[in-house]
């Protein structure tokens, strides 16, 4: 799960469209970003991802739209 912090004007509709661009990159990085989750009024900004190693998933954000996550942690699906 990676989280960005304190993104300035963020919106709904912005963070859609990242997703859809690091959807077209993710492949090539053995990455799957499965889901995300926005917080308008904070700025916050949290995406479930599985990825191989933090650094893979910080990639696709990277050459996707440039917005790296602030944070990356390892989380577990309860069950």
Not at 46 to 69: D, N, R, Y
């Amino acid at each position: 799960m990676d989280t960005h912090r304190n993104v300035k004007g963020v919106t709904a509709a912005a963070v859609a469209e990242a997703h859809q661009k690091d959807l077209k990159v993710q492949g090539k990085h053995g990455v799957n970003y499965r889901s995300y989750w926005v917080d308008e009024k904070t700025g916050t900004v949290f995406c479930l991802v599985e990825a191989p190693t933090a650094e893979a998933a910080a990639k696709v954000h990277k050459e996707a739209h440039g917005l790296v996550a602030d944070e990356i942690r390892e989380v577990k699906e309860g069950k």
